[in-house]
T-cell receptor
Framework: NAGVTQTPKFRILKIGQSMTLQCTQDMNHNYMYWYRQDPGMGLKLIYYSVGAGITDKGEVPNGYNVSRSTTEDFPLRLELAAPSQTSVYFC????????????FGPGTRLTVL | GQQVMQIPQYQHVQEGEDFTTYCNSS?????IQWYKQRPGGHPVFLIQ?????EVKKQKRLTFQFGEAKKNSSLHITATQTTDVGTYFCAGRTGGGNKLTFGTGTQLKVEL
């Protein structure tokens, strides 16, 4: 298994541009999460999904959108990028119940200039 | 909303010294998890605690969950350079599907 994969690894955006961060897991996990981590800070939950077709907001959802059309994929969409969205974005998934460990992807480092 | 704080924010130790990070939640937790993130890496799961007063050990690492299930600690005995990284606690309330991550403690180990 490749686990949780994220693309791209790095990206520089101009203010106002949009992009989609890809996240795929091949472990048949139902629960998937998107976090952002600002320099020297903890992880903030953006959106999460408990299964295909079901998504819900986390702590910091403004400026982002998600979809979950399949179990494997959970893309994160940034519309109208702003400098405040400069961060490292991590995708994670959980097997079984939400009480199990989270498996994280390698992250996408995004800079908005 | 739920807040999870960790202290200290940073810790420098000499190799061989002990290290402890403390995690405090504003609300009672149903369980708590600990993760380690190496510099430039992603968080990696270490352990989960569920029961009040629970203590678990992994080699040189000892994890505790407070009696009131609002705090937790991670203690590393005789640190090594491989322990370098940021340690996060993450708590869950009730039957929710979300974890709230702590602010993290960055550990640096000097030879």
């Amino acid at each position: 298994n490749a686990g949780v994969t994220q693309t791209p690894k790095f990206r520089i955006l101009k203010i106002g541009q949009s992009m989609t961060l890809q996240c795929t897991q091949d472990m048949n996990h139902n629960y998937m999460y998107w976090y952002r981590q600002d320099p020297g800070m903890g992880l903030k939950l953006i959106y999460y999904s408990v299964g295909a077709g079901i998504t819900d907001k986390g702590e910091v959802p403004n400026g982002y959108n998600v979809s979950r059309s399949t179990t494997e994929d959970f893309p994160l969409r940034l519309e109208l990028a702003a400098p405040s969205q400069t961060s490292v974005y991590f995708c994670a998934s959980i097997a079984g119940t939400a009480y199990n460990e989270q498996f994280f992807g390698p992250g996408t480092r995004l800079t908005v200039l | 909303g739920q807040q999870v704080m960790q202290i200290p924010q940073y810790q420098h130790v000499q190799e061989g010294e002990d290290f402890t990070t403390y995690c405090n939640s504003s609300t009672t937790l149903s369980n708590i998890q600990w993760y380690k993130q190496r510099p430039g890496g992603h968080p990696v799961f270490l352990i989960q605690l569920v029961k009040s007063g629970e203590v678990k050990k992994q080699k040189r690492l000892t994890f505790q969950f407070g009696e009131a299930k609002k705090n937790s600690s991670l203690h590393i005995t005789a640190t090594q350079t491989t322990d370098v990284g940021t340690y996060f606690c993450a708590g869950r309330t009730g039957g929710g599907n979300k974890l709230t991550f702590g602010t993290g403690t960055q550990l640096k180990v000097e030879l």
